[in-house]
């Protein structure tokens, strides 16, 4: 077995802590005391494979840096997240591989649960959530969808036949994750929206921050501006070091958070890292 997936699975919880392992990109896998939560996890090379014609040069944009630190059929989780309909947050590949694992939960807004139906997930297995609802998974455990503004799903057909990208209705969402003490931000790939003022008292105390400047994201810049609202306890960016068009070098956040004065902890990880969240009272 691989010896990452083993820490991680073996790991045993307290209630006010939580595991953290990077897939890269915009993937996480998350551990409690009780669950195992996957959050848009992008394992294959679904994007060069799918969206080359697209691009003038495939192999240096979209092919992978770096290979997945877990295998598709690796993934035993009690629930399976996906913020938005692109290759990089719902990877078919990835869902193929899990697809027949009846003890998981697929969680996702509309376009995501159509395609979670596509691939073969059966509808007692799938969940659906939209921007401003909230699910509750358990007597301590709460998913709340914030809105995020993206492109919407890339209908692959008709972008073929016209020769451009074709977009459909833009539904991504980021989630609050609320397990026992502990509550999570997964911003989604986003611009930036006034209404994230609202997150301001809800004492988030981690952030997984989706701020590469990119394919139309927060700037790191407006980055900084969304922690310095909410003031999380930590702070750990993502969706760079999987897809070169989308890559940044996270270093920036240094110079970043020294210059604005941030006092959240700014955590960095390679691809595959673990990190072990401790809530303090």
Known sequence: MNKVLEKFNNKNLNRDEMLIWWLGGASFYLKTSNYKIIIDPYLTNSAFNVLRPFFDNPEKELSRLESSPL????????????????????????????????DIKFIGPTSCTKHFKRLGIHNNNILEISRGQSLKLDEK???????????????????????????????????????????????????????????????????LLAANGKG???????????????????????????????????????????HANIQSRLKLLNIGDLYLYRKED
Request: hydrophobic share 35%.
């Open 71 to 102: 295998e598709p059929n690796q993934i035993d989780c009690d629930y399976f997240i996906c913020t938005h309909d692109h290759l990089d947050h719902l990877d078919p590949d990835t869902i193929k591989g899990i697809r027949n694992k009846k």
């Open 141 to 207: 455990f709460y998913l709340r969808a914030i809105n995020a503004k993206h492109r919407g799903p890339l209908d692959i057909k008709e972008s073929i036949r016209l020769k451009r990208e074709v977009y459909g209705e833009d539904d991504g969402q980021g989630y609050l994750i609320s397990i026992d003490s502990i509550m999570i931000y997964h911003t989604s790939d986003t611009e930036y929206l006034e209404e994230f003022k609202n997150l301001k008292d809800l004492n988030i105390d981690i952030i």
């Open 216 to 258: 139309g994201n927060l700037t790191p810049e407006e980055g900084i501006k969304l922690i310095e609202i909410i003031k999380p306890e930590v702070v750990i960016p993502m969706h760079y070091g999987v897809i070169p068009f989308t890559d940044i070098d996270p270093e920036i956040y240094r110079g970043l958070f020294k």
